[in-house]
């Protein structure tokens, strides 16, 4: 496995980090709430086989710009030059959260762009007999457990790396949640469902069982929209973010489906 | 110095154990605290509190902005102002404000604005604030992302309509309008009726409100100590950037509770004033703070300790520091001025004068003080403490007040009978 390279690219004359490891055919990942402040092992297990290709979207750690972006069309093509960019376009495309709407988004709109699809509880979808939670207006100590099975695994992921700048730091953890919200506020509904349609890619949907921010059940949503052969997975003793939960239970199972 | 009678319109009857059973007066308070019965009588003592404070002679009326919330019952406050306006005379109405950011197309603010200044002949303040978080992001849903700069758009777009003499496109970020041309036009049009921005302790807005020539209104529920500082920083910014200190330039928000003696003040006063710091403060904080709402600027002043706790209205977690819900501590922490009217005389003086500001904003009605005893303070206030601290400043013009027509060119209301002379 090779070391852990950062590149930078510009979207809208902003920068965003484009972190890169491993060999093998490429595989995308968009990451959910909060972003990738630091590297993740799930990601390494992801490594051992494939080169792993991970853009910051504008606004998330390592990246700004999300101040430019006023619509979803706004958002929908920076992705796209970010995928391509990256050296992704017609790569696997990984997405989580928040980055598994715009992976579905990718899938539906430049189906060229994607070869296969793997979404982890995206976003992007309301339903108001089930409505998600408001991840925007949460006590501060409610968070970890709402993002996460095991609030520690949230903890750890924004906790401040030995020798970060004490003042810029927690500016950069606000900036990712303003970025999802100024792209999914206030229901994290873009109205995904009118475009599932077009998602022809193989697509492997994972859910937490105990995600608290999207309900599992909206699992069968996606798998009824999307035209392509589409296979729904629970994974066991995870949350929202269940590639902190279980990084090698997801990554088995992403790396399965991308075979 | 201008003395200002400002109504929150709290409702007055959350029960005793509100603060148990809910977990916030505010976005998403219980229908079902909520009679409406009651409210029929409670916005009519408000509004005879208001018209009450015109006659007694202070120099404006106040309302403000808030939605689902059980202390400020005027989601719109524009309805009080017009009724205001047939019901007073000579007395400045100011709308505490409209958040611009909330209306669609913000030009509905420069019409009922318009309205407003005609009816009344010229009488208003147009207040502009940016709107709390649970006002905006929450109960009305804006982005907390783009929030500010609709905000700054919408004022672009408002100040347009009122000043603009030909019909004009409005091509903006997030309005576009091929027409506008709004009818009425304010009788305030040299150039346009009075703006002041309500805000926080942010330098940005101090920058905008001297660049744009508007004031400035500290409204915090916190009192003059706590507002010291931001006030501070407010008068240091000025003179950076070379401005006089006008003391009209400037607005802050006060409690008093006056009273013949301050153990009668604490009688009477010490009830509302519980009910309000301990029910109507009674926010969730997971309302506080949606991310983007607070500049990354204002959050790097905070972090980097330029700004006190008490200081940073933009910041309301802060708010979360200062949970004074007793008397002493209310009164010990000057967030409700209280005693005799030599005492409270002495107190709005050097409130005046330590903050350096003209435009003092008085809150004489909070929680559920019952109209009897709001008028009582308020007309104790208007006798006993306004002669005695109206010279203040006298030495300044206040370029920021209101200019309506003449009186004698001013319509006739008939169906204004005021309340003192039924008494």
Redesign the interface.
Do not use: K, L, M
């Given at each position: 496995m090779s070391e852990l390279k950062t590149t930078t690219v510009e979207i809208n004359g902003f920068p965003c980090r484009v972190w890169t490891k491993g060999s093998g055919p490429k595989l995308g990942f968009l990451a959910g709430l909060g972003g990738l402040p630091r590297w993740l092992p799930f990601l390494d297990r992801l490594a051992e086989t494939r080169t792993v290709i991970a853009p910051s979207l504008p606004g998330y750690p390592g990246a700004t710009g999300?101040?430019e972006l006023?619509t979803h069309l706004d958002w929908v093509l920076a992705v796209r030059q970010l995928i391509d960019k990256s050296g992704l376009a017609g790569a696997d495309l990984l997405g989580a959260s928040v980055g598994g709407a715009f992976a579905a988004e990718m899938a539906a709109i430049f189906p060229a762009h994607v070869r296969k699809l793997c979404l982890i509880a995206p976003f992007g979808l309301f339903d108001d007999k089930e409505p998600a939670a408001d991840p925007?207006?949460?006590?501060?100590d409610?968070v970890p457990a709402l993002m996460c099975a095991d609030g520690a695994k949230w903890t750890e992921l924004v906790a401040p790396p030995e020798g970060a700048n004490?003042?810029e730091w927690?500016?950069e953890m606000?900036?990712a949640?303003?970025?999802?919200?100024?792209a999914f506020?206030?229901l994290g509904n873009t109205r995904l469902e009118k475009r599932l349609g077009l998602i022809a890619a193989p697509t492997l949907i994972l859910w937490g069982e105990r995600d608290a921010v999207l309900p599992p059940s909206y699992a069968k949503k996606f798998a009824t929209g999307i035209n392509g052969s589409t296979r729904v997975q629970t994974v066991a003793d995870a949350g929202h973010l269940a590639y902190l939960d279980q990084p090698d239970a997801v990554a088995r199972a992403v790396l399965a489906h991308f075979a | 110095m201008k003395l200002m009678w400002f109504h929150l319109m709290p409702y007055t009857e959350l029960p005793d154990d509100f603060n148990k059973k809910h977990p916030s007066v505010w976005v998403d308070i219980h229908s079902s605290l909520f009679d409406p019965r009651r409210a029929h009588h409670m916005y009519n003592d408000f509004m005879d509190e208001l018209e009450y404070a015109a006659e007694v002679g202070f120099d404006a009326v106040c309302v403000n902005e808030h939605h689902s919330n059980g202390y400020g019952l005027m989601p719109s406050p524009n309805l009080i102002a017009s009724s205001l306006a047939r019901r007073t005379t000579d007395t400045a109405l100011c709308v505490m404000g409209n958040s611009l950011a909330l209306y669609n197309p913000p030009t509905r603010v420069a019409e009922e604005f318009a309205m407003i200044d005609c009816i009344s002949g010229g009488r208003l303040i147009a207040g502009f604030p940016v709107g709390s978080p649970m006002d905006t992001?929450?109960a009305y849903?804006q982005?907390?992302?783009?929030l500010r700069?609709r905000y700054y758009e919408a004022h672009d777009l408002v100040k347009k309509a009122w000043t603009e003499k030909e019909t004009f496109a409005f091509s903006g970020?997030?309005n576009q309008q091929r027409y506008v041309n709004i009818w009425p036009r304010p009788i305030q049009n040299d150039p346009h009726p009075p703006i002041w921005i309500p805000g926080g302790g942010s330098i940005e807005t101090w920058r905008w409100c001297a660049e744009m020539d508007y004031v400035y209104c500290y409204l915090s529920y916190y009192g003059y100590k706590a507002g010291l500082t931001t006030m501070q920083g407010f008068w240091n910014e000025m003179s950076k950037l070379g401005k006089d200190r006008n003391p009209y330039r400037a607005g802050f928000l006060q409690f008093v509770g006056v009273a013949e003696s301050r153990q009668q003040a604490l009688d009477l006063y010490t009830e509302p004033a519980e009910y309000f710091y301990g029910r109507c403060l009674h926010v969730?904080?997971?309302?506080a703070l949606?991310?983007?709402y607070t500049t990354?600027a204002t959050?790097?002043a905070g972090?980097?300790g330029m700004m006190t706790k008490a200081a940073n209205l933009a910041n309301p977690s802060t708010k979360a520091a200062l949970k004074a819900t007793n008397m002493k501590d209310i009164v010990d922490g000057g967030y409700v001025l209280i005693g005799s009217p030599d005492e409270v005389v002495e107190q709005i003086r050097h409130v005046g004068t330590s903050l350096n500001v003209g435009h003092l904003m008085l809150l004489l009605q909070y929680g559920n003080m019952s109209k009897d005893v709001t008028k009582y303070n308020t007309r104790l206030f208007a006798e006993k403490v306004m002669p005695k601290v109206k010279d203040l400043f006298g030495e300044w013009e206040d370029k920021w007040w209101p200019k309506p027509m003449a009186r004698g060119q001013r319509a006739a209301v008939p169906a204004f009978a005021p309340q003192l002379a039924a008494e």
């Open positions: 999300h101040t006023d925007w207006a949460q006590r501060r409610n004490s003042v927690p500016i606000t900036r949640s303003e970025a999802a919200a100024r506020w206030p | 992001c929450y849903g982005n907390p992302s783009s700069e970020r997030y969730d904080p997971r309302f949606p991310p983007g990354e959050q790097r972090i980097e």
